[in-house]
């Protein structure tokens, strides 16, 4: 098969793509023909050394963690699914080694769903790891009907599918962006405000007394912003800052979950959920998809085609 690998930790100019073995299919896991590859700050980061405090990482890594595709045969006991199944999922492991930036891979059954129907094998593969995180952090606070809820980075990848999730459950959000993406929140249902200073009063211009609960995917000032507005820092989560935890409320550290897989693509197929893409590139391609992901401007996933469906 085909694969991006590298032999060392390092930036995009270290990937290199090559031949290898089909991955060995351990029980409890399938084999997957892999269709596209999500690209996730995650990727490069890991890659560079970014994450070697937490978790082992072994060479020649084969990046990336989100994967759609086509089952194409069963580990020993993995009735979950069937040779032909179209799946996607996030299959990160506990140590990094084989990833989605590959023709196969081979993933354990509980980190993968059925693929929606209602979304393109782009959008799918785009879905797994930003979906996740943003469910995982509406749920960590429970957002749900009636709450006045802050999105911080709403336009972006996690936070327009967090925004997308809290406006299906019935609660009023309000959204930081640049102007410039104010009219895609108003499409996802959310009421734009521009982040930076003065942020806090901004907010309070369209909720006088504050909002319920807050998700934050920036970091920073966000986190202050945040405390500020809410009545209690309980209602607070950051998947970008530790700070959130210390200061009384929660960070989420996305964990693979094919039940809540089901639970975005149940979303999606209803139309309350959709992916927006950037830009496909050919798996060849993966160095400038870093690259374009590093700069941090693009509104919607970047992903790698990788074989046919």
């Given amino acids: 098969m085909k694969a991006m690998t590298m032999p060392r930790f390092g930036g995009p100019e270290t990937l290199t793509l090559v031949d290898l073995p089909d991955p060995k299919v351990a029980p409890g896991e399938v084999l997957i023909r892999v269709v596209a590859a999500g690209i996730n700050p995650v990727d490069w980061k890991l890659a560079a050394g970014g994450l070697d405090p937490l978790m082992v990482t072994h060479f020649p890594l084969i990046p990336g963690w989100d994967v759609a595709g086509v089952v194409e045969r069963n580990g020993l006991d993995s009735p979950e699914f069937a040779p032909g199944d179209e799946v996607f999922g996030n299959i990160r492991k506990d140590s990094a080694e ?39 952090a509406a749920d960590r606070i429970g957002v749900g009907a009636g709450d006045t809820v802050l999105v911080h980075a709403a336009a972006g990848g996690v936070g327009s599918l967090a925004t997308q999730i809290a406006v299906a459950r019935g609660a009023r959000v309000i959204g930081t962006a640049s102007p410039a993406n104010h009219d895609f929140l108003r499409e996802l249902g959310a009421e734009p405000v521009a ?115």
């Fill in 98 to 136: 084989h990833g989605s930036y590959a023709e196969k891979v081979a993933a354990q059954v509980f980190m993968l769903a059925r693929k929606p129907r209602s979304l393109s094998w782009a959008q799918t593969a785009g879905l797994p790891l930003a979906g996740l995180t943003a469910l995982q």
């Fill in 195 to 309: 982040y930076g200073p003065g942020l806090a009063d901004r907010v309070r211009a369209l909720a006088p007394e504050g909002v319920d609960a807050a998700l934050d995917f920036v970091g920073g000032e966000a986190v202050d912003v945040s405390v500020e507005l809410l009545p209690s820092p309980g209602r607070l989560v950051s998947v970008a800052d530790h700070r959130a935890a210390a200061l009384g409320g929660h960070f989420v550290w996305v964990r693979p979950d094919g039940a809540g897989l089901t639970t975005l693509a149940e979303l999606a197929d209803e139309g309350r959920l959709t992916v927006p893409v950037e830009k496909v590139l050919p798996l060849r391609d993966a160095a400038e998809a870093w690259r374009l992901n590093s700069e941090g401007h693009t509104r919607g996933k970047l992903i790698l085609s990788v074989g046919e469906a």
